[in-house]
């Protein structure tokens, strides 16, 4: 998209400043509130609260670049960002409209579509899943295949992380059984892996591979992403948005692939922006460790297109949460569960240069 025992404050920020929004609903619900110190709400904009689980962190570094250089406000957008721990949450206020805009994965549109909740994503932000599993080098754990009789940790038994489990163990002709166990530790993949706790441990790879490495071993990481096509962090909306105020929807996505253009351009400059104004209690020396997962993440945000999702995605994602049981069946319209129309007018606008 999340119960996290933290063992002292550096080591908490190091994995939440990577974790993303798909992983906040296991959490317990607590909100910041995060502005640019000079952003004004101008009686000629449009208030927008944007939904972005988990806590302030560089990993939200377009969405900050966007704020913070205006894009928001030149399409009449006075937006405020909620972070929240509480996804669950965001969620249900997505599908009742009482929020117009978040950011979540794939899965969560397919799940709560299933529910007769309609949300709709609008631009996929994320182009490669960002979960895997970390397991130390020497066992020798490179390939799904090699999960086969394993004790694996993985968060929780639900949302990205299980979800790209399940793809993993698909590829290699695996079921949950296969595995030694299958246990829920939470946020504390470090812990349990330098403990040995557990032999490998579902994660997301942008930073907690990084945390493994600096407080124990070196690690193997197996990315879901080199082995199924599924559908992660993107821009959620709901179908009344669309239907009743549907320029506000291109605005949000034509500020949001701005501010994404702009931080692959210059991850120094978005990573500037991000500390000095949105991340400000990021000790200094976190830093360096921190722009790391900057540019991780930039990995899995490149594509030809920006902002466009692959309807064959969609499909993988949504045969995963039936074999898991977490569907019941297809849903009657898989299309509806995204819209790129609004996409390809932003692209087409700034090609003309609109």
């Not at 799940?111 to 709709?120: E, F, I, S």
């Not at 639900?158 to 030694?180: F, H, K, N, Q, V």
């Not at 962090?233 to 549907?246: A, C, S, V, W």
Request: proline letters at 5%.
């Amino acid at each position: 998209m999340r119960t996290q025992r933290a063992t002292n404050t550096s080591r908490m920020r190091l994995i939440a400043a990577a974790a993303l929004p798909v992983i906040a609903a296991v959490l317990a619900a607590s909100i910041w509130l995060t502005r640019d110190d000079n952003a004004t709400q101008d009686a000629d904009l449009t208030p927008v609260t944007l939904f972005m689980s988990y806590i302030p962190s560089v990993q939200f570094a377009p969405v900050y670049v966007a704020d913070h250089r205006g894009y928001f406000a030149d399409e009449g957008i006075a937006v405020t960002f909620e972070h929240s721990l509480n996804e669950a949450d965001g969620i249900d206020r997505l599908a009742v409209n009482d929020l117009q805009f978040g950011l979540a994965s794939g899965e969560q549109v397919l799940l709560a579509r299933a529910n007769g909740r309609p949300l709709v994503y609008v631009f996929a932000w994320y182009h490669r899943f960002p979960v895997g599993i970390a397991a130390p080098k020497q066992l020798g754990i490179t390939h799904p295949e090699d999960l086969a009789g394993r004790v694996v940790g993985i968060p929780a038994i639900y949302g990205a992380s299980y979800i790209g489990l399940r793809a993993l163990l698909d590829a290699a002709g695996l079921t949950e059984a296969d595995l030694a166990e299958l246990r829920a530790i939470g946020y504390t993949a470090p812990e349990n892996i330098c403990a040995g706790e557990v032999e490998a441990a579902v994660v997301y790879v942008v930073n907690e591979p990084l945390a493994i490495e600096s407080q124990c071993t070196p690690v193997d990481v197996i990315e879901v992403s080199d082995y199924a096509d599924l559908v992660a962090n993107g821009l959620l909306t709901n179908e009344q948005t669309i239907r009743d105020h549907p320029e506000l929807v291109a605005g949000m996505v034509r500020a949001l692939k701005r501010g994404l253009e702009d931080t692959l351009q210059d991850p120094e400059a978005a990573f500037t922006i991000s500390v000095e104004h949105y991340v400000r209690d990021l000790p200094a020396e976190q830093y360096p460790v921190q722009r790391q997962v900057l540019l991780n993440s930039i990995e899995l945000w490149r594509a030809e297109t920006l902002g466009l999702t692959d309807p064959v995605a969609w499909e993988r994602t949504q045969q995963i949460l039936i074999d898991a049981g977490l569907i019941g069946a297809p849903l009657d319209d898989l299309a509806a569960a995204y819209d790129m129309h609004f996409v390809r007018e932003a692209s087409a606008r700034a090609s003309s240069g609109q």
